[in-house]
T-cell receptor
Framework: GAVVSQHPSWVICKSGTSVKIECRSL??????MFWYRQFPKQSLMLMAT?????????EQGVEKDKFLINHASLTLSTLTVTSAHPEDSSFYIC???????????FGPGTRLTVL | GDSVTQMEGPVTLSEEAFLTINCTYT??????LFWYVQYPGEGLQLLLK?????DKGSNKGFEATYRKETTSFHLEKGSVQVSDSAVYFC?????????FGTGTRLLVSP
């Protein structure tokens, strides 16, 4: 299957700082990507969907000014958590879709801890 | 809205035991159903899928049958291995978005 990487895999930051997470598709070009967050022992919750070159569509309850998504190219997307607070601590996962069967290819995730 | 319910874990089994992880769903229409697996330190990988009622998805010895009458998509494997230890997520596609269950951790001991 397709390979998706995320960087960093784990980040610790102080409250009030911003953190950028990169998501790359390594062996295919994808037009649609997704960002999820996962709390311990809970399901993955979709945060936003974006298509390359256009603005992201955020799910209800997700602050678009706090979670900035840049889908700069067909192989790179970034999620920036601005002015992070401890409640933003979570596991963030990106995925891409590369075909019409809704199959998504997931990155390994980034664990964010805000002190 | 659409939702997926799967059994809580962890499920602890000995090698070669029979595995069942229950999954039921609520959805409008007839969604496609998926099982994803997440090995330690890795991203979610598609394990198998079924796109219509009575379809059976299978891969790596795992099977799941799309049961419309019981709105279920239970995951089964006849003989688990230590290497099957992972977290398993049941999911459906509703309105072009994946909806996940909470995941079930499987621990297989030698």
């Amino acid at each position: 299957g397709a390979v998706v990487s995320q960087h960093p895999s784990w980040v610790i930051c102080k409250s009030g700082t911003s953190v950028k997470i990169e998501c790359r598709s390594l062996d295919f070009q994808a037009t649609t990507m997704f960002w999820y967050r996962q709390f311990p022992k809970q399901s993955l919750m979709l945060m936003a969907t974006s298509n390359e070159g256009s603005k992201a569509t955020y799910e209800q309850g997700v602050e678009k000014d706090k979670f900035l998504i840049n889908h700069a190219s067909l192989t790179l997307s970034t999620l920036t958590v601005t002015s992070a607070h401890p409640e933003d601590s979570s596991f963030y996962i990106c995925s891409y879709t590369a075909n019409s069967y809704n199959e998504q290819f997931f990155g390994p995730g980034t664990r964010l801890t805000v002190l | 809205g659409d939702s997926v319910t799967q059994m809580e874990g962890p499920v602890t089994l000995s090698e070669e035991a029979f595995l069942t992880i229950n999954c039921t769903y609520t959805a409008t229409g007839y969604p496609s159903l998926f099982w994803y697996v997440q090995y330690p330190g890795e991203g979610l990988q598609l394990l198998l899928k079924a796109t219509k009622a009575d379809d059976k998805g299978s891969n790596k010895g795992f099977e799941a049958t799309y049961r419309k009458e019981t709105t279920s998509f239970h995951l089964e494997k006849g003989s688990v291995q230590v290497s099957d230890s992972a977290v398993y997520f049941c999911a459906l596609v509703g309105f072009q978005k994946l909806v996940f269950g909470t995941g079930t951790r499987l621990l297989v001991s030698p």
